[in-house]
């Protein structure tokens, strides 16, 4: 069935999501936080009650939250196996409390035809509930495989100029053989990540790791790299994600630092790039 292009432009009624310390805590474990040293530096992001240590939230976790209405479910009826996310953007306008509610406004911003798939792009605002004082957006780009050909825009381009020269900062971060299994747990319960059979219906040879928890990874190399681990340092992240990520992977991310902004990419231990065209602005 094709895409429903009359979806553009549509706006979700607000919906309110609320959180916890603990969904914090098992989003943190979920994109690797801990791992290397569970009573190290990322104590404060993966417990609540550690002495003189106060509960933060990584920056990335928006992309749990800050996602609501009923935008997605107004693209048209699509085999769900063939859906994978191509972009990720997230703006914050301060650090993201332990336990919290926003209200979140989702807008259809385009569908693309990309050829072989359809690029649907939907971009959501998020208030606090309580003083309606902005807490974050996200902008979120979805490749649906074998929906495009319909003859729509092919929208704007994404690719940007590629980092040249030496990184200035290279961090590394392997990934538990079970990281989609814990991820998923934060609410993104595809069975692409975690069912042998739909993955292979998908075409991968077994579940891989979601994009998101890819994101996340890499947004705990720029916050602790970039940020000094201050999360109100994190202003704002885009990427691309450009090839799967298989639970298991080491995940190698390299820094240009520019004026204002960093350019970044994401590669796993056989060097292939599962993440370009990065941005990352430091507040």
Not at 109 to 122: E, F, N, Q, T
Not at 210 to 222: E, P, S
Not at 256 to 274: I, K, M, S, Y
Request: negative net charge.
């Amino acid at each position: 069935m094709p895409m429903n292009l009359d979806a553009v432009g549509s706006t979700s009624e607000p919906a309110t999501r609320s959180w916890t310390s603990t969904d914090c805590m098992l989003y943190a474990l979920g994109v690797g936080a801990g791992a290397l040293d569970p009573t190290g530096f990322e104590l404060e992001y993966t417990t609540e009650n550690s002495a003189d240590t106060e509960q933060r939230v990584l920056p990335t976790f928006a992309t749990i939250v800050g996602v609501g209405g009923a935008a997605r479910s107004s693209l048209g009826k699509f085999d769900p196996a063939m859906l994978v996310h191509g972009e990720q953007s997230i703006e914050l306008h301060g650090a993201i409390a332990p336990d919290g509610a926003v209200t979140t406004t989702s807008t259809v911003a385009g569908i693309y035809d990309k050829g072989s798939g359809a690029l649907a792009v939907i971009e959501s605002h998020s208030l606090d509930a309580s003083t309606g004082a902005p807490c974050f957006s996200t902008r979120s780009a979805l490749f649906i495989r074998g929906e495009g050909g319909f003859g729509g825009d092919r929208g704007p381009s994404s690719s940007g100029a590629a980092p040249q020269g030496e990184p200035d900062e290279v961090v590394s971060y392997p990934t538990r053989p079970d990281q989609a299994l814990l991820y998923r747990l934060s609410g993104d319960r595809n069975p692409l990540h975690s069912d042998p059979v739909f993955a292979k219906r998908a075409g991968f040879d077994r579940p891989i790791l979601h994009g998101l928890c890819t994101y996340g990874f890499t947004g705990r190399a720029l916050l602790h790299t970039l940020c000094g681990s201050d999360p109100t340092h994190f202003r704002s992240m885009h990427a691309r994600f450009s090839r799967p990520t298989l639970p298991g992977d080491t995940l190698t991310v390299s820094m240009w630092v520019g004026d204002g902004e960093v350019a970044f990419r994401t590669e796993n231990q056989r060097g292939e790039t599962v993440i370009d065209g990065g941005r990352f602005v430091v507040a």
